[in-house]
């Protein structure tokens, strides 16, 4: 799978049960508006489909659904509004769609959902605790932060937190994930993120704020999920990946800082 340097991307801060269960990932681009193949293959399939999902950040009420044939494999990408038709080849970094920010999406960093390919998680390379951002978008009632002292896991770059490299929605989502190593810890700002919950993957551990709450998400949590409500707490922040380019957090407060403005994440606190 080809990822473009200076993609965002994420595993871990979506609460739909492909992502909980490791088999999803979340991937922008460089320039987050149009989605480029990290594959090759034939477009099998696009399907429209009707959305009713609640969401105030959204313009539309539907979503796509594509197909994918790579070498056998049948990949599933949504949130892409394609430019190209159902038979088409397409190949590895091409530009077959733009972003839609649909009742499943609008609200987070512009991404395509992937399903049906699989990924390892790289060990720590580099790591310290982050603690200083730069604001780089202020919208009304969010505004987005990139990390300048990130650590790295491979080519990954994410916060810094808890001896890894920290993935996340909380307390919205109420789950996430340390990926590259972990200390032991589970404490973001003022936030206790929970509970372990090991995983059968190398490099990576997850964490639930509620004792069972991954175990039982399909029977639970998910139902939330579907409906857009919270899991543990209104929206606060997302907190995603860099690939060879710096992390973002998503601030979900109406902003108190300017678009350029070097911050300290400490200051993120009064916020909660």
């Not at 394609?82 to 987070?108: N, Q």
């Not at 790289?122 to 200083?132: D, E, G, L, T």
Request: proline share 5%; with cysteine.
């Amino acid at each position: 799978m080809k990822i473009l340097k200076g993609s965002l991307l994420s595993f871990f801060s979506s609460g739909f049960p492909s992502h909980v269960k490791i088999k999803a990932i979340d991937l922008s681009s460089p320039d987050q508006e149009n989605f480029y193949s990290p594959f090759s293959g034939i477009i099998e399939k696009i399907e429209k489909v009707k959305i009713g999902r609640p969401n105030k950040y959204t313009k539309i009420d539907y979503d796509v659904v594509m197909y994918i044939n790579s070498n056998g494999k049948r990949i599933k990408v949504l949130h892409v509004e394609p430019y190209l038709e159902e038979g088409s080849e397409i190949k590895e970094g091409e530009k077959i769609g733009k972003f839609l920010e649909s009742p499943y999406t609008a609200g987070d960093f512009k991404h395509a959902h992937i399903e049906g390919i699989t990924f390892k998680f790289p060990s720590i390379k580099r790591y310290r605790s982050s603690s200083v951002g730069q604001v780089i978008s202020v919208e009304k009632d969010y505004f987005d932060v990139r990390i300048l002292d990130y650590s790295e896991a491979g080519n990954y770059y994410g916060v810094g937190c808890c001896g890894g490299l920290l993935n996340t929605s909380f307390p919205f989502g109420c789950y996430g994930g340390i990926i590259g190593d972990w200390d032991g810890s589970l404490s973001f700002l003022d936030f206790n993120l929970g509970y372990p919950y090991k995983v059968k993957r190398k490099n990576v551990i997850m964490f639930e704020g509620k004792k069972g709450l991954i175990r039982n998400w399909e029977f639970e949590a998910s139902f939330k999920v579907l409906s857009n409500k919270p899991i543990c707490g209104s929206s606060f922040i997302e907190v995603v990946l860099g690939y060879n380019t710096p992390p973002m957090i998503r601030v979900f407060r109406k902003p108190i800082f300017k678009e350029g403005e070097e911050i300290k994440l400490e200051d993120l606190k009064k916020m909660i």
